[in-house]
């Protein structure tokens, strides 16, 4: 929105620029507005002989306003710029605005991890044997888990750094065992989960922090199985601990999203 902002006012700079200097311009831009007042006065006559009153006067509104800046182009030129200048300063005074739905609220600072941010690299925990993820419980919640990649080399090394730190706080104080469903997603992928439906995502190629190597999918082992469903109070204890440690990590959980996604974390102003 911004840079749009910027270009429409680059344009009318321009265009204001073009208007005051050049007398040529003036009488190209008098030229063009001639041509428009005489098709409105062709539509002006035509409207009069089918007798539609309410055309009669709109047009003869427009018709007049056009003979005026035809006259004064240079006035009208100084006009247009009076009106676009006021709503473009203010949308480039304006603050970064944030959607309602990932508003991210202040968060006490957790020692812990902020120790663990600042100290060594955390290791990738071992992957899970594929069959984790193909379980009958599993494809029914996430039945495109099984063509997932889950390669942590692939994630942006800051955020893979963060989210291995919420791993760990999960386990050393939570007792809750995770494990990375998705992390790394090509474009066509994307499309395909796109293709889906809404209840899986709204996103396509690009416009989802996965194809950056910068957004998680995560799940709970429990006694080896694998754990999402929403319906089951040990995994949703688990989820509203997971987006506490994702936030005091400098993540952006999904939970708090208006289209609620759990198990999802991201780390937003970066690129690769």
Excluded at 93 to 102: D, H, M, S, T
Excluded at 181 to 202: C, F, I, K
Aim: aromatic share 8%; with cysteine; hydrophobic share 45%.
């Amino acid at each position: 929105m911004i840079l749009f902002s910027l270009l429409l006012l680059f344009v009318a700079t321009c265009v204001g620029g073009w208007l005051a200097l050049f007398p040529d311009g003036r009488d190209a831009l008098g030229d063009s507005l001639a041509r428009c007042a005489r098709h409105l006065r062709q539509r002006l006559q035509h409207a009069r002989r089918q007798g539609n009153g309410r055309a009669v006067v709109a047009l003869a509104a427009v018709h007049a306003t056009a003979t005026r800046a035809r006259a004064h182009p240079l006035l009208a030129g100084a006009v247009l710029l009076l009106v676009l200048l006021p709503p473009l300063g203010s949308l480039l005074l304006a603050g970064r605005q944030v959607l309602p739905q990932v508003a991210e609220r202040n968060r006490a600072v957790n020692e812990q991890v902020a120790g663990l941010l600042r100290g060594e690299r955390l290791v990738a925990p071992p992957a899970p044997p594929p069959a984790v993820f193909t379980t009958a419980e599993v494809t029914l919640v996430r039945p495109q888990l099984a063509g997932a990649n889950r390669n942590w080399d692939l994630l942006d090394q800051e955020f893979a750094h963060r989210l291995l730190t919420v791993f760990h706080v999960m386990r050393e104080q939570h007792g809750y065992e995770m494990v990375l469903l998705e992390g790394y997603r090509s474009p066509t992928r994307q499309n395909e989960l796109a293709d889906a439906g809404g209840h899986v995502t709204n996103a396509r190629a690009f416009q989802s922090y996965h194809q950056f190597g910068l957004a998680g999918d995560c799940a709970f082992l429990r006694d080896g199985k694998l754990v999402i469903s929403e319906r089951d109070a040990w995994a949703m204890r688990g989820y509203q601990l997971y987006g506490e440690a994702a936030e005091a990590a400098g993540l952006t959980w999904g939970g708090r999203w208006k289209m609620m996604d759990f198990g999802h974390t991201e780390l937003r102003g970066r690129r690769r």
